[in-house]
């Protein structure tokens, strides 16, 4: 799955195929598209589109160019239209100081004031920045902040790279990446290998900057997918990889169907409760079901790490623990990262009358801590199911993108035949997937583990 972080459906060039290129665009993977506004017509028509074509969403604003047009009354009409359902985020805004279709002083003006809108309205922020790097930063930091959004079309250099992550934005990268002539370096490449690969995004621009080899033609969200696999050549990586994390980074950003949601501590699932306080994981598994909505059928799980909750909000938000079967730690994210925390709750829900107390991980907690751990759920935890996932470390690492690479497999193992010694029921998982040879992992599982084998 992609997200076309950045496109522009409702302009002329689409008149009457708008449709056809958002179908065009699922047959590629690309399941979500944010069509952003640059003046009060096309933010209006922004707006229409998202909310005729499901996979497309809305952010309205006054590019640069426009600056000049606007005034108290346009503003006005901006910030109704940013209260719009599907409207995600507010931009494009910022300078552009190459063709200065505006004035500076009418753009600096337009920006600051949007910025302030921006804020009041809770949107995130999409910044066109082209030829004016250290005015645009200056005026972020002038303006106070904090802003989250993201550097759209990102130009500048590695420098500048460093300082806008530090401001708490994503730089999202379009089909000019794609341009070097012979094969040569840029600076823009420099930029995409040394970022973080959480701040990355992809975008196509469309109609603008058609990805190489398809210059010349017009530019659709379709060709996204070009983008994507540029910054998997220059990265080093696995398509899947940069799919995977750019996906997450726009949900993060733009929250898509989420907007708005409050994430759920605990969510009940047959005649048992959930716990989810983390989103944070050491894996990005390509099968992943909670990816990328973060939707478990009416809760949103999606957890910021402010937003996690304490050990005492925790406890409170699952209230008596005696009216279920059982309780399961088992959210979006790897229980385990919050070990401590995960062992004080479960042991103040076994004093509490707990019938059962389960816990679901991937079996990398020791690697988390950095320590022996398994010892520590002796008569705290009654159950532990680990995702097994894979029959070797090779299929396992393919699949599961551990960040502890070579070492998560191993660790997996060690980690349920540790538990075994301390837990009275322990089991493993494995997702049933054309890739995984399922009859190898229930042998590992069973006769080299010893413990029952669950597919899901």
């Not at 005696?322 to 925390?341: K, L, Q």
């Not at 950095?370 to 996932?389: F, H, P, T, Y």
């Not at 997937?433 to 413990?451: K, M, N």
Request: with cysteine; aromatic share 8%.
């Amino acid at each position: 799955m992609l997200i076309d972080s950045h496109c522009h459906l409702e302009m002329n060039q689409f008149k009457g195929d708008y449709w056809a290129a958002v179908r065009r665009a699922e047959a590629q993977g690309v399941m979500r598209m944010l069509t952003v506004g640059t003046d009060l017509p096309l933010s209006r028509r922004a707006v229409e589109l998202a909310g005729e074509l499901d996979p497309v969403f809305a952010a309205v604003g006054i590019h640069p160019h426009d600056a000049k047009d606007t005034d108290e009354k346009t503003y006005a009409e901006m910030r109704a239209l940013a209260g719009e359902k599907k409207v995600l985020a507010y931009g494009e805004i910022g300078l552009d100081f190459f063709k200065n279709y505006s004035p500076r002083e009418a753009q600096i003006a337009a920006f600051r004031r949007q910025l302030k809108l921006a804020r009041e309205v809770g949107l995130p922020i999409i910044i066109h920045d082209r030829n004016a790097h250290q005015e645009t930063i200056d005026i972020l930091r002038e303006e106070g902040g904090p802003f989250c959004g993201v550097f759209h079309c990102f130009a500048g250099d590695r420098e500048m790279a460093r300082q806008v992550r530090e401001m708490g934005f994503f730089l999202s990268f379009t089909g000019s990446i794609t341009y070097a002539k012979n094969g040569q370096e840029t600076e823009t490449h420099q930029v995409i290998r040394e970022c973080p690969i959480d701040r990355i995004m992809v975008e196509t621009d469309a109609p603008y900057l058609t990805p190489h080899p398809l210059r010349g033609k017009r530019n659709e969200p379709a060709f996204v997918r070009l983008v994507a696999e540029k910054i998997t050549a220059l990265r080093g990586a696995t398509l899947e990889e940069i799919e995977w994390y750019t996906t997450d980074n726009a949900y993060r950003l733009f929250r898509f169907e989420t907007k708005g949601m409050t994430p759920a501590i605990v969510y009940p699932y047959k005649n048992a409760l959930y716990i989810n306080f983390t989103s944070r994981c050491s894996n990005r598994c390509t099968f992943c079901f909670k990816h990328p909505d973060y939707v478990f059928g009416p809760h949103y799980l999606r957890l910021e790490p402010a937003q996690e909750p304490t050990v005492e909000q925790t406890l409170a938000a699952v209230g008596d623990p005696r009216d279920y079967a059982e309780i399961v730690f088992c959210g979006i994210g790897e229980p385990t990262e919050r070990w401590d925390d995960l062992l004080a709750v479960a042991r103040e829900l076994k004093k509490r009358g707990a019938k059962k107390v389960r816990l679901n991980t991937n079996g990398q907690a020791e690697l988390l801590q950095g320590r022996a751990v398994a010892k520590e759920m002796q008569g705290v935890i009654d159950a532990v199911s680990v995702s097994l996932n894979a029959e070797s470390a090779e299929k396992y690492d393919a699949l599961c993108h551990s960040r502890f690479g070579a070492k998560a497999f191993a660790a997996v193992l060690d980690f349920i035949g540790q538990s075994k010694k301390y837990v009275p029921e322990v089991a493993a998982s494995v997702a049933d997937l054309p890739e995984v040879d399922i009859e190898a992992v229930r042998r590992l599982a069973e006769g080299v583990l010893d413990v029952p084998l669950r597919i899901r």
